[in-house]
């Protein structure tokens, strides 16, 4: 009894205090969003088969609170990134499978509210620097549409959006599309820029950096999105890290993208303001086999660390992703929480912080992170997974359903090949005991199986996953893609 009574005081306590903070200083929120790099490539997080160096990363776990149970919304870039910001699955939107082409009719649309309209509308100064990947239109120039896969054109220098992300509730964008189009920068409304591959990542270390000290200055709260475009493809580490790691240019790219997340904190440290400052560092999804996972694990290093499968899977290589929040003048530093979260959890987070009630059609997915960052204790979560190919799983306490017979994307069996072999329909595995998902339980557990399964209409068809309002869905929704029958409607 005592043990609850004192965990409640300190839970009251923090809350009290928090109300306190935010009444005379709302923090600032710096978000950095990794490209493709995988739970295991974190050295604090893997330290047994990890191989590559990560001194910033590990010293912003120790700072901070490390979440070793989080999720991105999907096992690839650009349905995370809409998860992300709108705190709504993108599985709820128009696409359903795979991610954006090049310059295309933007995926949020322009009536959602966004984490950083949210924020603006609270007296937030709102910038994205990095990567956006969740379509805007081009006018301006020849090249705009048509180019040769993987060139790493874009749109030509003064080439111009009316869509883009200052559209979608950001006072400030420089960056890029997407990895393909690395090469054309855009300011805000326009191809300002343009820059080779490798040259991105120390830009946009240096573009943050200048943000954070001009914005630190003003004494106005800020949200700092920062997309990286590493350790993504084009594998391209610059000069200065060619070699460092001597694993190959993956991990020296990996090992540059750590310095880069050093840069931003040490910005925020000479800018004096790092004490009031939610910083979160996560991954869009994990790490890609175009990093030559294969030839890492034969040099010792696992990507996904005891996980299963790689970027694009439904197994949790695919979308189990490094998550560490440091804000010194609220979270305990080297503290560990195994509550499940995930990436759509930023627009509660925010609406929390900010004292607001967010509308029926906002943040359907979304929960707070602050009672766990409080120190709360574990509380049962479910989040649902989703793989390149539109695959669905669920995640429930110690359970997790797949929903198809393979890996649901790149990794082997993919679910043709499951299927040639009489593999079962679904998966179901008890994650507290096998985390590497090898054991499929289903056949023994079917009243689970048919449990989750329910449970997964259900959400589809409430369109949220949160207590409110029935919402809509954009499209129709197939949880068995093969089996139109099994499809969940609005």
């Known amino acids: ?225 920062l997309p990286l475009n590493s350790p993504h493809t084009p594998i391209v580490p610059s000069k200065a890290w060619q070699g460092k790691s001597g694993l190959g240019d993956y991990a020296d790219f990996v090992m540059e993208t750590d310095w880069a997340v050093g840069e931003v904190l040490a910005a925020l440290d000479t800018a004096g303001i790092a004490e009031n400052t939610l910083v979160i560092f996560t991954s869009d999804n994990g790490c890609s086999p175009a990093a030559g996972t294969s030839k890492l694990e034969k040099q010792g290093h696992h990507a996904s660390g005891p996980h299963r499968g790689y970027k694009a899977d439904i197994w949790d290589g695919g979308h189990r992703v490094p998550f560490f929040v440091r804000w010194p003048a609220k979270v305990k530093a080297g503290s560990k929480s195994m509550q499940p979260v995930c990436h759509v959890d930023l627009m509660a987070t925010c609406a929390e912080l900010l004292g607001v009630k967010l509308p029926a059609n906002a943040g359907e997915d979304s929960v707070s992170l602050l009672p766990a960052l409080s120190g709360a204790a574990d509380t049962t979560r479910t989040i649902v997974h989703h793989s390149i190919n539109g695959r669905f799983a669920l995640r429930e306490g110690r359970w997790k359903l797949c929903l198809c017979p393979g890996s649901g994307g790149w990794g082997k069996p993919g679910d043709a090949e499951a299927a040639k072999a009489g593999l079962p329909e679904t998966q179901l595995y008890d994650l507290s005991t096998d985390i590497a998902e090898t054991k499929n339980l289903s056949a023994e557990h079917p009243q689970v199986v048919a449990k989750l399964t329910q449970q997964l209409q259900t959400l589809i068809t409430a369109g949220r996953s949160t207590p409110g309002e029935k919402q809509a869905n954009d499209a129709e929704i197939v949880v068995f893609k093969n089996n139109k029958a099994k499809a969940a409607k609005e």
């Open 1 to 225: 009894m005592i043990h609850h009574e004192s965990h409640a005081m300190r839970l009251l306590l923090f809350f009290l205090a928090l109300g306190t903070a935010l009444h005379a200083a709302p923090p600032n929120i710096v978000y950095i969003l990794a490209d493709d790099l995988g739970y295991g490539d974190v050295h604090a997080l893997n330290p047994e088969r990890c191989k590559i160096a990560t001194p910033q990363l590990d010293r912003l776990a120790g700072q901070g609170m490390t979440f070793t149970d989080a999720h991105s919304g999907s096992s690839v870039c650009t349905p995370t990134r809409y998860g992300l910001l709108t705190g709504r699955y993108a599985w709820r939107s128009r696409l359903q499978s795979g991610v954006l082409g090049d310059y295309v009719e933007p995926l949020i649309a322009a009536d959602r509210l966004t984490v950083p309209a949210l924020l603006k509308q609270h007296g937030y100064h709102t910038a994205i620097i990095g990567k956006w990947h969740l379509g805007y239109t081009v006018e301006g120039g020849e090249k705009t549409a048509k180019k040769k896969k993987g060139s790493g054109e874009g749109a030509p220098l003064g080439a111009v959006t009316h869509d883009g992300p200052v559209s979608r509730g950001f006072d400030q964008f420089f960056g890029f599309h997407h990895a393909r189009m690395m090469k054309s920068v855009f300011e805000n409304d326009r191809v300002t820029l343009i820059v080779e591959p490798v040259d991105m990542l120390p830009l946009l270390a240096a573009k943050a950096s200048q943000h954070i000290r001009e914005r630190a200055k003003t004494g106005q709260p800020f949200f700092l999105y």
